[in-house]
């Protein structure tokens, strides 16, 4: 069996080369097209890089996980969608995903994204609903998030599935001054394991 450090080693290589989806009848705006988004998270056998670039309907993303036994990459190219922007930002778009693993052939498959988003202005700072589809390992992701803007926190709330896959977490994120970087700390309930990471967003 590899060492549980291995995901770890992995996960900085990664960081070193380098989305519950809701309709509320609240005001919204469409969430801001042009910027850039990267996370990294790290816990004792998972590492997960997460990247994404708007340039107008485009939308670019990236992501890595590396786990005991294996890595998974995937990459995307989304465009939004002209309709129902007043209720939320629709992308879609084709996606690659590549499965290595230590015990068995590797795979690679083409799919279809769906995200769905939507940005909600709060007295106090904001709401982001996200729901993410891929055909991809049958994979999905819903996550909802609370910014409070008065003393730069947010937290949030995130479950994900795949065929080989399945988390719930928490986490609280602080950000650095009026800088887009944000500090992580949270929970993964079923791995039951903590995690720490950073993001950068200039969205």
Not at 48 to 65: D, E, I, K, Y
Request: net charge negative; proline share 2%.
């Amino acid at each position: 069996m590899k060492s549980r450090s291995a995901p770890v080693a992995r996960g900085l290589l990664h960081l070193r080369a380098g989305l519950l989806c809701c309709l509320s009848i609240l005001p919204v705006n469409s969430a801001r097209a042009d910027g850039a988004f990267f996370q990294f998270d790290l816990s004792e056998t998972t590492s997960n890089t997460t990247m994404s670039v708007g340039r107008g309907l485009l939308t670019f993303g990236g992501g890595a996980v590396t786990y005991d036994g294996g890595r998974a990459y995937r990459l995307s190219t989304l465009y939004t969608l002209a309709f129902a922007q007043k209720v939320a930002t629709l992308k879609v778009g084709p996606s690659l995903g590549l499965v290595i693993s230590d015990d068995s052939d590797d795979s690679t498959q083409i799919g279809l994204k769906f995200v769905a988003e939507r940005y909600i202005p709060t007295a106090i700072g904001s709401v982001f609903l996200l729901a993410d589809l891929d055909t991809n390992d049958s994979s999905w992701f819903v996550l909802s998030q609370l910014t409070y803007d008065g003393i730069g926190m947010a937290i949030e709330l995130s479950h994900g599935e795949s065929d080989s896959y399945s988390e719930t977490t928490i986490a609280l994120a602080k950000r650095l001054s009026d800088s887009p970087v944000s500090m992580r700390i949270g929970y993964k309930f079923i791995s039951e394991e903590v995690f720490v990471g950073m993001s950068i967003n200039t969205f």
